[in-house]
Structures are given as structure tokens and as C-alpha cells.
């Protein structure tokens, strides 16, 4: 009996571990300004083929809602009536009359 409750309590641990870093890279992803950041947090994701519990895959969700918004701001507008910006004005060299 003692095993058995030992091997639980083991479990929840590994589980908690899992938790906090899944925690940890939403709150980076979260955080980030840029796409390359976001992507960079996403590498240090533990990679594991078990079935998740319904916390992790909460956690996952909020990490990809985050990740999509940094992809949302980063994809250009194709709206014709906002303004475009200038030739040059995001440091790449005007083109050549």
C-alpha cells in the first residue's frame, strides 16, 4: 500500500514539474515582441508522448493563442485603405527611380 501511495505522490510531482515549465513558457511566449522570440521559447517545450491532463492542454492553448498573435502582428495588412508606410521606412533602401 505504501508503494502504491509513494508511486502517486511521485507522479504528481513529475506532473507539477511539467505544469511550472509549461507555465513558464507561456509566461516567455507571452512576453515576447517577435516571432523569432516566440519560436525560440517554443523549443524549450518538453517534448513527451503521453496524454495530457486538462491543465497542460489549457496551458498549451494559451501558449498557442499567444504564439498566433505574434504571427497576426507580424503578417502585413492587406487592408487598401490603411495607410502604407514610406519607401524605406522600415530600414530597407528606397527603390530607384
Known amino acids: ?3 502504491v501511495l509513494l ?5 504528481a510531482g513529475c506532473k507539477s514539474d511539467e505544469v511550472k515549465q509549461l507555465e513558464q513558457v507561456k509566461r516567455e511566449i507571452c512576453a515576447c515582441k ?13 517534448q513527451k508522448d503521453q496524454t495530457s491532463e486538462f491543465r497542460e492542454q489549457q496551458l ?8 498566433a498573435k505574434l504571427y497576426d502582428e ?3 495588412s492587406t487592408d487598401p485603405d490603411q495607410p502604407q508606410p514610406e519607401p524605406g521606412s522600415d530600414g530597407s533602401a528606397a527603390p530607384a527611380p
Open 7 to 11: 508511486a502517486i505522490a511521485l507522479l
Open 1 to 3: 500500500m505504501r508503494l
Open 34 to 46: 517577435d516571432v523569432a522570440c516566440g519560436e525560440a521559447a517554443m523549443k524549450k517545450l518538453p
Open 60 to 67: 498549451a492553448k494559451d501558449i498557442m493563442n499567444c504564439l
Open 74 to 76: 507580424a503578417r502585413p
